[in-house]
């Protein structure tokens, strides 16, 4: 039995559709390549920065977003429960604390396999 690779080309590339997604909404992003692009959104409790990446061997758009929340080191542990419960109830994506910065973050990778477009 063989497998058959299909060969198809996609209208436009997902990150071009993220970019134009923040110029519409005039949010400040930066791309630092053709598959990558960051956005900062300013929102009423905290600044969102927002990050996309596409991962071509994969067909995916990776995204992943900082909160100008920090968590102080006593209560890490705490955080990192609640976090752990939050993600028990999700269907996609996850929470995480990256622990370097003290920062809250939300992760997510959506599949366009086969030329879906974003």
Not at 28 to 53: L, N
Not at 54 to 83: G, N, Q, S, Y
Not at 99 to 118: D, H, K, N, T, W
Request: charged share 25%; proline share 3%; aromatic share 12%.
């Amino acid at each position: 039995m063989e497998l058959l690779e299909l060969e198809f080309s996609r209208e436009i590339h997902p990150v071009d559709v993220i970019e134009q997604v923040a110029h519409n909404n005039d949010w400040s992003f930066e791309r630092a390549g053709d598959d990558e692009i960051s956005i900062s959104v300013a929102g009423s409790w905290t600044d969102y920065h927002v990050s996309f990446s596409w991962m071509e061997d994969f067909e995916a758009l990776h995204l992943a977003c900082a909160f100008d929340i920090k968590v102080p080191e006593t209560r890490a542990l705490e955080v990192m429960r609640l976090l752990s419960l939050i993600n028990e109830q999700m269907l996609f994506g996850h929470f995480d604390l990256w622990e370097q910065e003290g920062a809250i973050m939300f992760r997510q990778s959506l599949l366009l396999a086969g030329g879906v477009e974003p």
